[in-house]
């Protein structure tokens, strides 16, 4: 089975300041590893995806992640955050290879101040 | 292509009674999950289907909830006997099995339990 932690529940930062949410994954096989951005009373929004190739991966509104097998993590980051991003950000793993159900993790509120 | 569409949105309901929420997959997909999401927590998966064969159940909560997918496109989540601990937002996903891509989300169900 696998299992997602995000390190972090809340993350407060000011804006245009960069911004790093954690992400660590646990499992015995090989993970297709994504990230997901919830807004208020909303569904999620994928940010970005780690399936294969290179381990940095680049998603939209300027995130990017990075895959370490050795520390099994998957943190995002932003090098520039705005009041838009203001949001709760999930980290969710599935088994490679098949992209079925997802874990999540608990989820990280990222709140960017003025 | 209209995404995931999910209703209703909220719901109110007294314990002890049914409830059925409707879920309509982006068309060409082929796979569609069932999420519940509790306050403050990210969402813990519930069941799948791959067309109308539900190929993952056990996951569902107990035998209050059942799931179906009859002619493999829309699909229907009934809570029997509802209870307070019911009370979350039910969120339903999408996804294309042979390219093996991310699954889209809806925006939820809310669910009401008083």
């Known amino acids: 089975a696998q299992s997602v932690t995000q390190l972090d529940s809340q993350v407060p930062v000011f804006e245009e300041a960069p911004v790093e949410l954690r992400c660590n994954y646990s499992?015995?096989?090989?993970?297709?590893l994504f990230w997901y951005v919830q807004y208020p009373n909303q569904g999620l929004q994928l940010l970005l995806k780690?399936?294969?190739?290179?381990?940095l991966v680049k998603g939209i509104n300027g995130f990017e992640a990075e895959f370490n097998k050795s520390q099994t993590s998957f943190h995002l980051r932003k090098p520039s955050v705005h009041i838009s991003d203001t949001a709760e950000y999930f980290c969710?793993?599935?088994?490679?290879?098949?992209?079925?159900?997802?874990?999540f993790g608990s989820g990280t509120q990222l709140t960017v101040l003025p | 292509d209209t995404g995931v569409s999910q209703d209703p949105r909220h719901k109110i309901t007294k314990r002890g009674q049914n409830v059925t929420f409707r879920c309509d997959p982006i068309?060409?997909?082929?796979?569609l999950y069932w999420y519940r999401q509790t306050l403050g927590q990210g969402p813990e998966f519930l069941t799948y289907?791959?067309?109308?064969?539900?190929?993952?159940k056990s996951r569902l909560l107990s035998d209050r909830f059942s799931a179906e997918r009859p002619k493999g496109s829309f699909s229907t989540l009934e809570i029997q006997r509802t209870e307070q601990g019911d009370s979350a937002m039910y969120l339903c996903?999408?996804?294309?099995?042979?390219?093996?891509?991310?699954?889209?989300f809806g925006q939820g169900t809310r669910l009401t339990v008083v």
């Open positions: 289907f791959q067309n109308e064969a539900q190929l993952e």
């Open positions: 780690y399936l294969s190739g290179s381990t």
């Open positions: 068309s060409e997909h082929n796979r």
């Open positions: 996903a999408s996804s294309f099995s042979a390219r093996n891509t991310e699954a889209f």
């Open positions: 499992s015995s096989v090989s993970v297709y």
């Open positions: 969710a793993v599935s088994l490679s290879g098949s992209a079925r159900q997802l874990t």
